[in-house]
């Protein structure tokens, strides 16, 4: 149970030694730079186009920096393990002062943003965001710099149950397999027999399900498991306490809704009304997270999750009374990772090879033993 509790947070796989087994001895990028540049920008024009006509969104600016008193940053999980870049602006030599933060994800103020733009039902806003977790592990996935498609849709309360969270899902699901075909089309060698392409469908899951299959183990070997039968994969419900004492994974219990009681599709009770998408990486061999999304806490579930996590401190922050007092819309919403995505369509081994930041020469060095090219 040990190892179970160890995997609620951090992301990343832990130590280089263990990545050095990880990354692919025999791999050689399909397209070289100037091509993948090339590429990840028709995936991205793509993606934003057919997120907008989807989901009816339109493209809104995204703050970097954030008022530490707005409330409005992303802790990104409940136990402290992620902390925000913080600093001080002292401004008019000291006498109005700003304390700020470096955002971790746009979460929050997308949804204080939907009542700033005047977003009514079946409207929404994306964003094209950009972040920093200082607290990552860098491995070939995981990356200090973070580049999302941060979007949020309002919504009516009838919305708010799986039916409808299922038929967003699909629609982000057609748009990036879509995009792989985009990609694909004008980048012929990507098709390639070695690393097959996504499935035209994904298959949903319950977090509880996959324990019930998987029992004994923790989290990411439960998803590597399972996505051994099902290469594309959204599991419902992370965040809830499952039957073993732990949830899948730590979530923070300020936007998503999981502790709404929901019902499997053979009837049995079920929690949650988010979840994230996930697939099998064939030139890694390993699970691959592109997106996590939910619909957001009403006033009645964001005190039950700040009950249940021992943070009812949080509602004195702006966002928190908004939710309370009813001032903002509902709402359902998620982040997609761009360089994930990138990875997974490119037939990338390395987030480097995508987006540009800092690595440690360590994995630099591993990357460069193995033919990747990481972007400097």
């Not at 409207?123 to 965001?129: A, Y």
């Not at 099902?230 to 730590?250: K, S, V």
Request: hydrophobic share 40%; aromatic share 8%; proline share 5%.
């Amino acid at each position: 149970m040990a190892n179970k509790a160890a995997d609620l947070a951090g992301p990343g796989i832990g130590n280089y030694d263990e990545l050095a087994g990880v990354l692919p001895a025999d791999y050689r990028s399909l397209l070289d730079p100037k091509e993948t540049q090339l590429a990840l920008f028709a995936a991205k024009d793509y993606i934003e186009d057919n997120l907008c006509r989807e989901l009816n969104l339109i493209r809104v600016t995204v703050p970097l920096i954030v008022d530490v008193e707005s409330g409005v940053n992303d802790l990104l999980d409940r136990d402290g393990s992620r902390t925000p870049i913080q600093f001080h602006i002292s401004n008019d030599h000291g006498k109005n002062p700003v304390d700020a933060q470096v955002v971790q994800a746009a979460t929050k103020w997308k949804r204080m943003a939907l009542a700033q733009f005047g977003m009514g039902p079946g409207e929404g806003l994306l964003t094209d965001m950009r972040a920093v977790r200082k607290d990552y592990f860098l491995d070939h996935d995981h990356s200090a710099y973070v580049d999302q498609w941060d979007w949020e849709l309002a919504i009516t309360d009838d919305q708010r149950n799986l039916e409808f969270l299922t038929s967003v899902v699909k629609k982000l699901w057609k748009v990036i397999k879509g995009a792989e075909r985009h990609v694909q089309a004008q980048f012929p060698a990507l098709r390639s027999s070695r690393w097959p392409s996504l499935p035209d469908e994904l298959t949903f899951l319950h977090a509880e399900q996959i324990l019930d299959r998987f029992p004994d183990l923790p989290r990411k070997q439960r998803e590597t498991a399972i996505l051994q039968e099902y290469p594309a994969i959204f599991i419902y419900g992370i965040g809830w306490t499952l039957a073993d004492g732990y949830p899948h994974e730590m979530r923070a219990a300020d936007y998503d809704d999981w502790v709404t009681e929901t019902r499997s599709a053979d009837g049995r009770p079920m929690h949650g009304l988010n979840g994230d998408i996930l697939v099998w990486n064939p030139v890694t061999k390993r699970r691959h997270e592109l997106s996590s999304m939910g619909v957001r806490v009403n006033a009645e579930t964001l005190r039950k999750q700040l009950e249940l996590t021992n943070q009812l401190d949080l509602l004195h922050f702006p966002y928190h009374r908004a939710i309370v007092e009813n001032r903002i819309p509902l709402s359902i919403g998620g982040g997609i990772g761009q360089s994930r995505t990138y990875m997974q369509l490119l037939r990338k081994a390395h987030l480097g090879e995508v987006s540009v930041t800092v690595w440690p020469k360590i994995l630099k060095d591993l990357g460069r033993e193995r033919h990747i090219h990481v972007l400097e």
